[in-house]
């Protein structure tokens, strides 16, 4: 008679016996370990890294919270930020406790987690109050703008000598509204030569009560609140064919903040106009700070040599077949 044996042989149901067994010993020392009975090296780095390697750091050195990943100058400081998913840990750097203390370097990330930046950071940069605004501030493009400034959006094209600044420089924005007679057509001053000929030339010029232009300071100290940067606005145009079309058009523009006079004073100039400059300030640290850009008046011509300058008064006349208005001192 044939026995037939049904079911698993008996090596495989003995290793099916011991990897059961394993599992079991390795889920009991699991619940050991998270119950705070006993816990396992293995498990304890795994669940928090940084206290595994404080263990093994040398005397003196101190782990203190890095940055994660780049972030940029107004964001908002986010737990992630602060930890590397790869190794599921904190991002942390060694330092001496001495150079943490005299630097004010922060080490609990409860002071870090939900400050807004100042400025751009690099991965694995450590923090100090320095790096962020004070606690409250909103996240974004407005926590550059100084207390009491107000902010304006320029394109670049309207204002020359802003290429090349970066986030935080100060300007004095300048303008200026030329001076040009209706009679000064065909004029032209006289040649002169010799040493000194082109020297007394420009003074003439710069005399030239036909040729002025009146300079105004529109703000002074406006900070640069987001250097040039482009973005796409939108654009329409109707045609009888194809109706009305939109397409991107690409723009430079740059953030400026200044005090809210200054900024309807900007306002008011670039709807009229005007040519509007920027003049850098130094970024020293031993710049005093004091020098101001000054405003510039043409010469009147009508001033006395003392510099009294009369009032004036409009006369008409008749110059062949035209009648005019022209503009006349009171005295």
């Known amino acids: ?11 495989q149901r003995v290793l099916m016996g011991a ?20 816990r396992l090296p293995v498990f304890a780095k795994a669940e928090d890294g940084d206290e595994g390697r404080r263990n093994v750091l040398p005397e003196g050195m101190v782990l203190v919270p890095a940055l994660a990943r780049p972030l940029e100058a107004y964001s908002q400081v986010q737990g992630p930020d602060l930890f590397v998913a790869n ?18 370097i922060l080490t609990d990330r409860k002071d870090i987690i939900g400050r807004v930046l100042r400025k751009d950071k690099a991965a694995g940069r450590v923090f100090t109050e320095d790096d962020f605004y004070p606690e409250g501030t909103r996240p974004g493009l407005t926590a550059g703008i100084p207390p009491g400034m107000r902010a304006v959006r320029i394109e670049a094209s309207r204002i020359e000598g802003i290429h090349g600044l970066a986030r935080g420089d100060l300007v004095d924005l ?21 040493v000194r000929g082109a020297e007394m030339e420009m003074r003439q010029r710069l005399a030239n009560p036909e040729k002025q232009s009146t300079v105004r300071i529109a703000a002074r100290g406006a900070v640069i609140v987001e250097p040039l940067s482009a973005r796409d606005i939108p654009t329409f145009s109707t045609s009888l064919v194809r ?60 001033a006395s040599p003392d510099g009294e300058v009369p009032g004036v008064k409009v006369m008409e006349v008749i110059d062949g077949n035209a009648k005019k208005v022209i503009a006349v001192p009171e005295k």
């Open 19 to 38: 990897v059961f067994l394993a599992l079991a010993g390795v889920g009991v020392l699991a619940i050991l370990h998270f119950s705070g009975v006993y």
């Open 174 to 194: 300048v303008y200026s509204f030329p001076i040009e007679s209706r009679e000064s057509d065909g004029f032209e001053l006289p040649q002169i030569v010799g």
């Open 243 to 302: 109706g009305t079309v939109s397409r991107m058009r690409s723009v430079q523009e740059v953030v400026l903040a200044m005090m809210p006079e200054e900024a309807v004073a900007l306002t008011a100039a670039l709807e009229s106009g005007a040519t509007l400059r920027a003049f850098p300030r130094s970024g020293r640290s031993d710049d005093p700070g004091t020098s101001e850009t000054p405003e510039l008046e043409p010469p009147n011509p009508y």
């Open 1 to 11: 008679m044939v026995h037939r044996h049904y079911g698993a042989p008996v090596g």
């Open 87 to 104: 190794r599921q840990a904190w991002a942390e750097v060694p330092l001496p406790r001495e150079r943490v203390a005299e630097a004010g």
